[in-house]
Structure formats: C-alpha cells, structure tokens
C-alpha cells in the first residue's frame, strides 16, 4: 500500500484577492523522496545554493534571494525551463478549496456560523480521503506552520473531526486512511510545502483571472484532482 503526503499551504486574502485558499500537493512518499526533491535540488542549484528556500512570489518578482535572476537572463531561462520540466515530470495531484471571506461573513455572521478556514479544511479532508480510498492508500498532512494560536486551532478542529467525522465521511474513515498531521516553518526548507506555495499562488492568480507567468499553468493544470473530470467538485472548489 502506497503512502502519501498531502503539504498545505494557503493564500492571503489582499485588496487584489479576495478569497482564501486552502491548498497543496498530493504526492506519494517515494515520488517525492526519488523525483520531487531532486528536480526541485536541480532548480536551485542553477541559482547557485542548493539550500535556498522557494518563495514563490519573490521568484517571480526576482527579489531578495532571487535577485540574482535579474542581472542573468540565461540563468534565468534555465531555472525556469528546469522548473517546468522538473514539475511536469513528477506525479503530483493538487488539492484546493477556495471562499470569498467578506461574502461569506456577510451572509453567515461570525457569531452563528463555522469558521470559514475550518470550512476549507474540511473539504480538503473529504477530497483527500476520495483520492486515498481511491488508491487504496493512507496519507499524512503536512501544513505550512502559522501562528501558535491558529496551528492549535486547526490541530483542535482536525481532533474534533476525528471524533466526529465531516459531512460526508465517518470518524473511522478519517482514522482509516489519515495517519498524521504536523506543522512545519518555512525555515525547515520543506520542499513540498514549498511548491504547495508555488501551487497555491498560481491558483489564486487563475480564479482571479490574472496573467499566469512563464507557463506553470500549462504544466500544472492537469496535476488539478479531477482534471478533465470534475475539477470544481474535487480540485477547485468554491465553497461561497
């Protein structure tokens, strides 16, 4: 039985976006040991430091660490060319649910109603343990640390599932196929959690209808759970 990692991570809600998206990487333990890591390895050694840490937004900005990319337009072409090669020749499914935060406590007060984050994370659950019964396999959560606070909000909630189950699924399905859950900081230079930020980026970007940049679309799209299926019901899904 294979075994599986699922690495979240989650947008911010800004004056240009105004979702929050819950989202990252499905990916088999041995996909990501034998190929995930040494195409992405490959990537940052082209920028000179095999141990720099991906911020996807200053990639694409070419900023801090990633500065070096502006004065090399052939370094440049090679990271990216790599990138693309290195994501596109990894097998990888991408999960995400999405919410318009302002909308939804507009029409669903705080007081009365759930937390619009543990809504998210609640679909999540459901459309990995789809993919894992599907597989016949059982996966772990691995989540991009937050505050202290809200890491214990969420390992609460998913505790309160545990014992309950969600809308759809049994509490036994949850303890069946969901082995751990754990936390881990940026500093740690996961390299999962790091293309579940490069993931979730360019999610929000195609919901929002923005311009998607040096064709990561292209590649990731079809790594979307659902993909020429139903995207919207397993891989993007808009809650409100």
Same mark, same amino acid.
């Given at each position: ?10 947008s911010? #809600? /800004?004056? =240009?976006?105004?979702?929050?998206l819950?989202?990252?990487? #499905? ?6 040991? &034998?190929?995930?890591?040494?195409? +992405? ?7 000179? &430091?095999?141990? +720099? ?8 900005? @070419? ?18 060319? &790599?990138? $693309? ?10 999960? %995400?649910?999405?919410?318009? #935060? @302002? ?7 705080? /007081?009365? %109603? ?10 999540? +659950? ?13 996966? %772990?959560?691995?989540?991009?640390? $937050?505050?202290?606070? !809200?890491? $214990?909000?969420?390992? !609460? =909630?998913?505790?309160?599932?545990l ?6 699924? !049994?509490? &036994? ?20 959690? !790091?293309?579940?930020d ?5 999610? +929000?970007?195609?919901?929002? $209808?923005? /311009? ?11 790594k ?12 993007? #899904?808009?809650?409100?």
């Amino acid at each position: 039985m294979d075994e599986y990692i699922l690495f979240l991570d989650e947008s911010s #809600v /800004t004056k =240009y976006n105004p979702y929050l998206l819950l989202g990252g990487i #499905v990916i088999s333990r041995k996909e990501y040991k &034998n190929t995930l890591i040494p195409n +992405i390895l490959k990537c940052k050694t082209i920028l000179g &430091n095999p141990y +720099i840490i991906f911020h996807y937004t200053d990639i694409i900005k @070419k900023q801090n660490d990633f500065s070096c990319m502006c004065s090399d337009p052939n370094m440049c072409h090679d990271f990216w060319e &790599n990138l $693309r090669i290195g994501l596109k020749n990894t097998n990888f499914k991408i999960l %995400s649910s999405y919410i318009n #935060v @302002k909308e939804y406590n507009k029409e669903f007060p705080k /007081t009365i %109603s759930h937390d619009s984050y543990e809504l998210l994370f609640s679909t999540i +659950i459901n459309n990995y343990i789809h993919f894992l019964f599907k597989n016949n396999s059982r996966g %772990s959560i691995i989540f991009e640390a $937050r505050e202290e606070t !809200q890491n $214990r909000k969420i390992q !609460q =909630y998913y505790f309160h599932i545990l014992k309950h189950g969600t809308n759809i699924y !049994q509490s &036994n399905a949850i303890d069946n196929y969901i082995t751990t859950t754990s936390f881990l900081v940026k500093e740690e230079n996961c390299i999962g959690l !790091q293309i579940a930020d490069l993931t979730v980026y360019n999610c +929000i970007r195609y919901i929002n $209808r923005d /311009t998607i940049k040096h064709n990561i679309w292209n590649i990731i799209e079809p790594k979307i759970y659902g993909y020429k299926d139903d995207i919207e019901t397993y891989g993007i #899904v808009k809650l409100f």
